[in-house]
């Protein structure tokens, strides 16, 4: 892989995620205003950071080593939810009991993010099978 195409690709896939955390967070905390005993800002800050540290190591990983960027992808997402648990499980034990809503306004970051993140890993995958 060329080093223009890596920087390229790398702008492309860390822009859409800053546009993503920025839009959907926003969103998120314009059209439902409830009370949320987190905030819905840090939560998308805190993934789409780690998003794009995710996404910058998998490009990396992928130029010296393709073959572990399946691995390289696994290894991220421990280490993304054991950074979630250690920074936000604290702030949410302290609450008597987490509402449903609550519960899912914590799920679509996550899920979200991990899509991006599969999009990119497969987008990897599938140029090292094109190569073959």
């Known amino acids: 892989m060329q080093k223009s195409s890596l920087v390229r690709r790398l702008l492309i896939f860390n822009g859409i995620i800053v546009l993503v955390a920025v839009l959907m967070g926003f969103l998120q905390s314009i059209l439902f205003n409830w009370n949320l005993p987190f905030s819905v800002i840090s939560l998308y800050a805190f993934f789409g950071i780690s998003s794009i540290f995710i996404v910058t190591g998998l490009e990396l990983l992928y130029t010296v080593m ?3 960027t399946g ?3 696994l290894v991220g997402m421990f280490i ?3 950074l979630f648990m250690m920074i936000f499980y604290s ?3 302290e609450l008597k009991s987490i509402l449903l ?3 899912i306004f914590i799920l679509i970051p996550l899920f979200v993010f991990l899509i991006l993140e599969t999009l990119v890993v497969s987008n990897l995958l599938m140029q090292k099978t094109d190569k073959q």
Do not use: I
Request: charged letters at 25%.
């Open 66 to 68: 393709p073959n572990n």
């Open 71 to 73: 691995y390289g992808f």
């Open 80 to 82: 993304k939810m054991g």
């Open 91 to 93: 702030k949410m034990l």
């Open 101 to 103: 809503l609550d519960k």
